[in-house]
């Protein structure tokens, strides 16, 4: 496996001991939830950077980094709900997100096209990590209180623009597919006379 795909494994295998440190009682348990949230969120940086230099950027790598990404994040909202920490829509509304963004990128895979990053999405996981960490730390440090508030509501506002972005491109390129000029060639089956075979043309992959 290459590096930048083995990053983003092991971002996946940090979201247990993410939600253990959270949930558990131990002393600490917030600076080491926090350290362990940044560490996989560093693998997501990590990851693309060595994909880009190595030119190892990958299908599997396209389809499994966002996906790293919704687990790690999803698991520590879910678990601040439990924390009483942020109020369960607000986490509805976020999560709901990924997974309808990530049902459109299974949908847009079969149809045989990957629907990329986009910049607003980037942003939200940026903000996702800010907003995370904050009210991770808000009981230990109340004066990031309010610094968590605004994060979280802007995290909120990203998930639905970057939501109506994706959806956005998905129907373009789509669209884009169905119009697709049909071309003919001709075949010949053994002991049979040539015929047309009609196929349309491949769509690009775009790579992550």
Known sequence: MSLPNSLTVLRIFFVP??????????????????????AAATTDLLDGYFARRRAQVSRLGTLLDPIA???????????L??????HAWI?????????AVSGLRAIASSE???IQAS????????????AITSIVLERRF????????VLLWLVVASALVSAAHYFWTFWRKLDAGLKAPVRH????????????????????????
């Open 81 to 86: 709900v439990e924390l009483h920490l942020i």
């Open 112 to 114: 045989g096209f990957i």
């Open 69 to 79: 990404d919704k687990l790690l994040t999803s698991a520590a909202f879910i678990s």
């Open 142 to 149: 109340p004066a990031v209180a309010p610094l968590g508030t």
């Open 185 to 208: 060639r001709m075949v010949v089956l053994p002991g049979g006379e040539p015929r047309a075979e009609k196929g349309r043309e491949e769509k690009d992959v775009a790579a992550h």
């Open 17 to 38: 001991l993410l939600v253990a440190l959270l949930l558990t009682s131990q002393p600490n348990r917030d600076l080491w939830a926090v350290g362990v949230f940044l």
């Open 91 to 99: 986490v509805v509304i976020i999560v709901g997100r990924e997974f």
């Open 119 to 130: 910049d607003i999405g980037k942003t939200k996981m940026v903000l996702q990590v800010a």
